[in-house]
Structures are given as structure tokens and as C-alpha cells.
């Protein structure tokens, strides 16, 4: 079983930054891929970023430049630093990790943080 732990969230003015963080304890696959999803109201999950073990990353085109993602493997802990933050990147955002062998969505997942921008 695993279990992910997410935290970070909160209220932020437009253009200001946070960092959200993803930790993960207990049977992790030796070789996942970590990805942060966000879902707005309203609106389907979305895939925001990914990470895998290797460090190989990707991003939706929209946060490309304003978002980073990392992990520390010795901590088990993924981040996603968020800066210029616009009111749409507005949601509650979770993370996922899965087997590199499975598909996107796949896999466990937090309880999510909320994100709020404020324009």
C-alpha cells in the first residue's frame, strides 16, 4: 500500500509563488512516476506535471515556464514549485504516482491541497 501526503496549498495574490509537496510512504514502485493533477470546479483532473524516478520530466503547455517539478528519492518527496501564478491555475491539486509500466491516472493518490489565486 502506499500512501501520498500532499501539502503547500493556500491563498496566493496573482503572480506570487508557491511550492506544494507530495510525500510518499510505503510500498513505492522502484521505478514511478510521479505527476501532480489539479481539478477545478467544474472542470475534468487535469495533469499539471510528472516526474519520473529517473528525473525525466514533462508539463501542460500552460505552466510550462512558471512551473518546476522535483523529487528527492532519499525523501520520498515530489514538489512542484508554482510561480506567476494566474487565478486559473485556481484548484484543488493532487498527486498521483504509479508504475512507469501503467497508464497516466493509474496508481494512488493524495487527498489533495487546495490552491487558490486571487486576482
Known amino acids: 500500500q502506499v500512501q501520498l501526503v500532499e501539502s503547500g496549498g493556500g491563498l496566493v495574490q496573482a503572480g506570487g509563488s508557491l511550492r506544494l509537496s507530495c510525500a510518499a510512504s510505503?510500498?513505492?514502485?522502484?521505478?514511478?512516476?510521479i505527476g501532480w493533477y489539479r481539478q477545478a470546479p467544474g472542470k475534468q483532473r487535469e495533469l499539471v506535471a510528472a516526474?519520473?524516478?529517473?528525473?525525466?520530466?514533462s508539463y501542460r503547455d500552460s505552466v510550462k515556464g512558471r512551473f518546476t517539478i522535483s523529487r528527492d528519492n532519499a525523501k520520498n518527496t515530489v514538489y512542484l514549485q508554482m510561480n506567476s501564478l494566474k487565478p486559473e491555475d485556481t484548484a484543488v491539486y493532487y498527486c498521483?504516482?504509479?508504475?512507469?509500466?501503467?497508464?497516466?491516472?493509474?496508481?494512488?493518490w493524495g487527498q489533495g491541497t487546495q490552491v487558490t489565486v486571487s486576482s
Open positions: 498521483n504516482l504509479r508504475s512507469v509500466r501503467t497508464s497516466p491516472g493509474d496508481g494512488y
Open positions: 510505503g510500498s513505492t514502485f522502484s521505478i514511478n512516476v
Open positions: 516526474i519520473t524516478t529517473g528525473g525525466s520530466t
